[in-house]
């Protein structure tokens, strides 16, 4: 068994799941009698639901009770759950089994680590839930991303040190967590946004097998 561990961010990295996050946080936003851009959403990715919808009010300059607070988050994520629904595997980001086969094929230990609290059903959905040894989502952790939290309790369940971990993300947020884990970040997206990753790539159909060969011989 390899002593090391690879931990993979849902929502951008292994399906594109933004553009539903985009689509149900813009009706919110539209029903309270603003717009909702794009490139703000950008701002959405690796958040949590809370920190997203304090983001939302901010920009829309709205002020909430907590009990108003607490229903938009609901009808927000119901609205998403609505969208979701119907996924299957073909929304899976491409070569995502691939990586995930040639890390299974190596016994490498896989874990999730995601701020999402639909993380679960999600992999279902997508039919890839068998190949985590460990999932942590948004259910499990107090701290959200830029926080390592997520990440270091993945580690733990996987049984590997931090150093011996390997993230993959799409988010700003998440790169700064897993950089701030100790472990080896690799941005899955945009160079300019994602900088601060030790490597980045576009997407996993960029990532050749001897890449990660490299990364386990470490
Ligand atoms: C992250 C997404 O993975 O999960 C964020 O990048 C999202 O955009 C967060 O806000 C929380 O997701 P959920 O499913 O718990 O609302
Ligand atoms: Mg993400």
Not at 46 to 71: H, M, N, P, T, Y
Request: with cysteine; proline share 3%; net charge negative.
């Amino acid at each position: 068994m390899s002593n090391k561990g690879f931990i993979f961010d849902l929502d951008g990295v292994i399906v594109d799941t933004a553009k539903y996050h985009f689509l149900a946080w813009k009706k919110l936003a539209n029903q309270l009698g603003f717009e909702f851009t794009k490139e703000e959403n950008e701002l959405f990715k690796g958040v949590s639901r809370k920190r997203c919808l304090e983001i939302l009010l901010d920009i829309g300059k709205i002020e909430a009770s907590q009990e108003q607070f607490d229903i938009w988050m609901v009808e927000k994520n119901v609205d998403y759950l609505h969208y979701i629904e119907n996924m299957d595997e073909s929304e899976i980001l491409p070569d995502v089994p691939k990586v995930l086969q040639f890390l299974k094929d190596n016994n490498i230990p896989i874990a999730l680590g995601s701020a999402s609290k639909n993380a679960r059903p999600i992999l279902e959905k997508v039919k890839l839930l068998h190949y985590f040894d460990a999932i942590v989502d948004g259910n499990n952790v107090t701290k959200a991303k830029p926080d390592p939290e997520v990440f270091l309790l993945a580690a733990k369940q996987l049984g590997v040190d931090a150093k011996d971990c390997v993230v993959f993300e799409d988010a700003v947020a998440g790169i700064e967590a897993a950089n701030a884990a100790n472990m080896i970040s690799i941005g899955i997206g945009e160079r300019n946004i994602l900088n601060e990753a030790d490597y980045i790539f576009s997407d996993f159909t960029e990532m050749e097998n001897d890449f990660i060969q490299e990364l386990l011989n470490r």
